[in-house]
């Protein structure tokens, strides 16, 4: 059996014995390798697409040989446990549009860490914020993944960042690319736009149809504008 062979069966083997989801600490507590160790043994093993890492700084990575395909919320969840989904991924699955980002988006603690993770948008809140959405946010089991806002407190967040001028990442479907009847029969949407402070009439058509406007012309401003690279517009 050739040395290459010898290094594959051993990464196997020794994959195999992981979960789906693990660490970097996990190998030098499992194995008894030093972080250095371990470090090469994941490079070697990303090279040979045995695993593949969640990004940035995050020390989380995702056992290839045991799931093929990989949860990125689950991983999320290991990586920064009190994150949780919101925005448009929240509203495709419930229905209300059938857009879809080029990443998944997650909401998570301005004070918590911070990574630049592969396919994963990351957008902080306040503990505030974290406070006032709780009753709004459907928990799961960290084997499903991330907790979610609901649709309505989905839609609203979405709502009320289009309107804060402050906001310079803020985002809004087109008038065409939601579906407000469901929002507005929703029992949960009118406790939703009073948390946010947020008038109905903001859900109805021509006040979503308004708001929209509005926030696209302020978003042309800031293009044209170059001093929103220095200040939030």
Not at 113 to 138: A, C, H, V
Request: charged share 25%; proline share 5%.
């Amino acid at each position: 059996m050739s040395e290459q062979a010898k290094i594959y069966t051993s990464a196997q083997v020794r994959l195999m014995g992981l979960p789906v989801i693990f660490t970097g600490s996990d190998l030098t507590v499992r194995f008894g390798w030093t972080s250095v160790a371990a470090s090469q043994y994941l490079s070697q093993w990303r090279k040979r697409q045995l695993v593949q890492s969640l990004g940035g700084l995050s020390d989380v990575h995702f056992n290839l040989l045991r799931c093929s395909q990989p949860s990125l919320d689950a991983g999320l969840r290991r990586a920064i446990p009190r994150a949780i989904k919101g925005g448009v991924d929240v509203l495709r699955e419930a229905g209300w549009t059938t857009q879809i980002l080029r990443h998944l988006e997650a909401i998570v603690p301005v004070d918590g860490p911070l990574y630049s993770l592969n396919d994963i948008k990351l957008q902080t809140r306040t503990t505030r914020w974290f406070s006032m959405t709780e009753p709004g946010t459907i928990p799961v089991s960290a084997e499903e993944g991330l907790s979610r806002l609901h649709p309505a407190w989905a839609l609203a967040d979405m709502i009320h960042r289009a309107r804060d001028g402050r906001v310079n990442d803020a985002w809004l479907l087109d008038p065409d690319d939601i579906d407000l009847d469901a929002a507005r029969s929703d029992k949960r949407m009118g406790k939703a736009l009073e948390a946010f402070k947020l008038s109905p009439d903001l859900i109805s058509d021509d006040g979503y149809a308004r708001l929209y406007d509005d926030w696209r012309a302020r978003a042309y401003e800031c293009e044209d504008d170059h001093s929103y690279l220095d200040a939030p517009c």
